[in-house]
């Protein structure tokens, strides 16, 4: 793997990597986007089935995202099912502060 080269001449990153020294953190954002996920993620359909799992492990303070791998990624790239991912957490985390329901209501 070659390193490259600042304008100082100093070494930088290797050049395969996707850390850009040279845009500004939102244009690096936007090119980690476009790029799409470094690791493997999940599709809709596997993101729709795991979902509630998810989201219980991540309000029980758990390492949601060591239990189900892929899923960080795909909500991060995935508007539709990030949207899902916040309507349910507030959904989940409203009914858990609600005293007057209790399990099964």
Same mark, same amino acid.
């Given at each position: 793997?070659?390193?490259?080269?600042?304008?100082?001449?100093?070494?930088?990153?290797?050049?395969?990597?996707?850390?850009?020294?040279?845009?500004?953190?939102?244009?690096? &954002?936007?090119?980690?986007?476009?790029?799409?996920?470094? !690791?493997?993620?999940?599709?809709? %359909?596997?993101?729709?089935? *795991? /979902?509630?799992?998810?989201?219980?492990?991540?309000?029980?303070?758990?390492?949601?995202?060591?239990?189900?791998?892929?899923?960080?990624?795909?909500?991060?790239?995935? &508007?539709?099912?990030?949207?899902?991912?916040?309507?349910? !957490?507030?959904?989940?985390?409203? %009914?858990?502060?609600?005293? *007057? /329901?209790?399990?099964?209501?």
């Amino acid at each position: 793997m070659r390193a490259r080269h600042n304008a100082a001449g100093s070494v930088g990153v290797p050049a395969s990597s996707p850390v850009r020294e040279d845009l500004d953190p939102s244009q690096d &954002s936007l090119l980690s986007r476009l790029l799409g996920p470094q !690791r493997p993620e999940l599709s809709c %359909e596997q993101c729709f089935s *795991e /979902l509630d799992r998810y989201v219980e492990l991540e309000l029980r303070g758990a390492d949601a995202d060591t239990h189900i791998p892929g899923m960080r990624e795909h909500l991060e790239g995935c &508007s539709a099912c990030a949207e899902d991912h916040r309507s349910l !957490r507030a959904l989940v985390e409203t %009914e858990a502060g609600s005293p *007057e /329901l209790g399990p099964g209501d």
